[in-house]
């Protein structure tokens, strides 16, 4: 029955045509207005002096708003201070998780507990998550400046001290997103086959040798597609800058992402907000596409 | 080769050798388990202790969260009342509410009938409209927020819920998710049942719909909880503190109570409360669809 189908489908190429269309209209309508729409105007936007407090495009700029941003130190500041969040965050959140997974695999008891405790926070929206920080890193009264003074450290001013506020809101983003790569993890694990464990306790292999000689090159896949999520999310933070520093203090922990939202609706250049849209693109772009090459190398048979 | 963690003799063991290296594997492992399970369960405690700190002192009193203590004096839930009476954040549940089953509603629908298209039937563009689709998942919706501001903003569709729900329907990868699933499912099934006379539409919704259930519960429930948890664009779009979501009440929020830490904590379990319910009623498919998948917010 089959074959007949496919016979009459290989005689009229596009005998679906028409319902075709009918069944994709619906998405393809939001998509061209919400996501291709936008994307392409933006990119016209972005060689246009565009400003929020007028209508239409304004005078052509040429790639003059590029050549701005390029040669702005705000922007590169920005730019920076974006890499060194992605640079504080990806090792811990990756070991992290990678540690706690491989743990909890051997629970044999009291799963859905490790589940609750490391993912709920993940589930949590950026600005409660937050509110908790902010009050735990308020001075004096917050309970890890309490915990600081305790332990006979002098308190740190968590989120007031230009060097010290992004590696505070990494630890925070750390506490919050662990648990995503926790389960990405778990998963990971439940893929390797149990024999290969059996045999290599019966040759003689402790639980360190079976980590390291099975476990860890099984997980290679894994952790390709962990670190490429995980770095391509941290390039996009905003949430936690804007809620608990405002990209302060003096600028110390503004995101690439912030500069964008700083300079199109607060300075109103619309045309310049959208060149560094489109800067910020290329970059994630470029992670998105060094990783593809990078694991297309490693496994030629995909 | 590496080195064995004891000597096994280089000849061939008894029966009675085997098992005994194996009993004694076997007892370190056990050992070695515990230890694993003492860590674990020390870094799952650490990790609850904001969300218990968060709790203890939305239980207090205003004036008495400045006291050192995890104890309470006087538990009381006046700050939840205060909130509540004040009316704001019941505002902000209806709008999280409302945008995002709205969103989570249309992105199944317009995704599935997308998938449906591409993975059953056959025209002439297919692998272009593949492709077209395809592309959206490059593009970081982030990267869109300041033209979707001139778009909507002349539309005169910012501050109200449309502002909102209308750009998180379409969610490139939803559409992927569903065709890998309808992919999965043999295509004798509505192939029998265009046959026996059905359309497409009839087979989609009877047949391959309700055989992608797993994907239909996943794309609900990551563009429910992704809706409710965006705050950048509905920070842009909602100005008004009526139709504010939950996200965007709370970041404004934060300034306004000062010091009334219990009040600030108290909002913040208000705002995590509903996520929290759907987590724990939807535990296993969230896991399950972030290992099926790799999606991420």
């Known amino acids: 029955m089959t074959s007949v189908v496919a016979a009459r489908r290989e005689t009229r190429p596009s005998g679906h045509g028409r319902p075709a269309l009918l069944f994709l209209a619906p998405f393809l309508v939001l998509y061209l207005l919400f996501i291709v729409g936008p994307a392409i105007y933006g990119l016209v936007m972005s060689f246009f002096d565009t400003s929020m407090v007028s209508t239409g495009l304004g005078e052509f700029a040429g790639l003059s708003n590029y050549a701005e941003a390029l040669s702005s130190s705000d922007f590169w500041a920005a730019l920076w201070h974006t890499l060194w969040f992605t640079i504080l965050t990806t090792p811990p959140l990756i070991v992290l998780a990678l540690v706690f997974a491989l743990l909890a695999e051997r629970a044999s008891k ?10 709920l926070p993940y589930i949590l929206p950026s600005a409660v998550v937050a509110l908790i920080w902010i009050w735990m890193y308020t001075p004096a009264l917050g309970l890890l400046s309490r ?21 505070s809101l990494a630890l925070t983003t750390v506490w919050w997103t662990l648990g995503f790569n926790f389960v990405l993890y778990l998963a990971g694990l439940q893929e390797i086959p149990r024999d290969l464990y059996e045999a290599s306790a019966i040759d003689g292999a ?11 090159p099984l997980l290679s896949r894994t952790t390709s597609l962990v670190v490429v999520l995980q770095v391509i999310a941290s390039m996009k933070v905003f949430d936690q800058m804007y809620i608990m520093t405002q990209g302060g203090p003096n600028f110390a922990t503004r995101s690439l992402l912030q500069y964008v939202f700083d300079v199109g609706f607060t300075d ?8 560094a849209s489109t800067l910020f693109f290329l970059v994630v772009l470029a992670v998105s596409t060094a990783w593809l090459v990078m694991t297309r190398r490693q496994e030629p048979e995909l | 080769m590496a080195t064995l963690a004891y000597d096994v003799p280089k000849r061939e063991l008894t029966i009675a050798e085997a098992q005994r ?10 050992i070695f388990n515990r230890c694993c399970m003492g860590v674990l369960i020390a870094f799952a405690l650490l990790w609850l202790v904001p969300l218990a700190w968060a709790v203890d002192t939305a239980l207090k009193p205003n004036g008495e969260t400045t006291n050192p203590t995890w104890a309470i004096d006087n538990p009381t839930l006046a700050s939840f009342r205060t909130l509540l009476a004040e009316g704001d954040i019941v505002n902000w549940y209806a709008a999280s509410f409302i945008t995002s089953a709205v969103v989570a509603v249309g992105t199944v629908f317009t995704a599935s009938l997308a998938a449906y298209a591409l993975s059953r039937l056959r025209f002439r563009f297919r692998w272009l409209a593949f492709w077209f689709i395809l592309i959206g998942i490059m593009i970081p919706s982030q990267v869109l927020i300041v033209p979707r501001f001139r778009e909507l903003g002349s539309v005169n569709l910012l501050n109200t819920y449309w502002a909102v729900i209308l750009p998180q329907i379409p969610i ?10 309808f992919d999965g499912i043999p295509k004798d099934l509505d192939e029998a049942a265009r046959i026996d006379g059905a359309g497409f539409f009839r087979t989609y919704r009877q047949i391959v719909l309700p055989l992608a259930r797993p994907a239909v519960s996943a794309v609900a429930i990551f563009s429910f909880v992704w809706t409710w948890n965006d ?11 009526k139709i504010m979501t939950i996200p965007v009440g709370l970041a404004t929020v934060q300034g306004t109570y000062g010091i009334r830490y219990a009040d600030t904590m108290a909002s913040a379990i208000l705002g995590a409360l509903p996520l929290v319910l759907v987590f724990l009623l939807f535990q296993r498919r969230i896991v399950e669809g972030i290992a099926g998948t790799g999606l991420k917010g």
């Open chain 1, 110 to 119: 009291a799963r859905w507990f490790f589940r609750l405790a490391f993912f």
């Open chain 1, 147 to 167: 915990t600081m003074t305790a332990l006979g450290f002098s308190e740190p001013n968590w989120l007031g001290d230009p060097d010290l506020a992004m590696v």
């Open chain 1, 206 to 216: 402790g639980p360190w040798q079976q980590i390291r000689r099975i476990t860890l």
């Open chain 1, 268 to 275: 109103f250049r619309t045309g310049y907000a959208a060149a």
């Open chain 2, 21 to 30: 290296y194996a009993a004694s594997a076997d007892r370190r492992t056990r």
């Open chain 2, 172 to 181: 490139a990868i939803a559409v992927f998710v569903f065709k890998q699933f």
């Open chain 2, 231 to 241: 705050l950048l664009w509905p920070l842009l779009a909602l100005s008004n503190p």
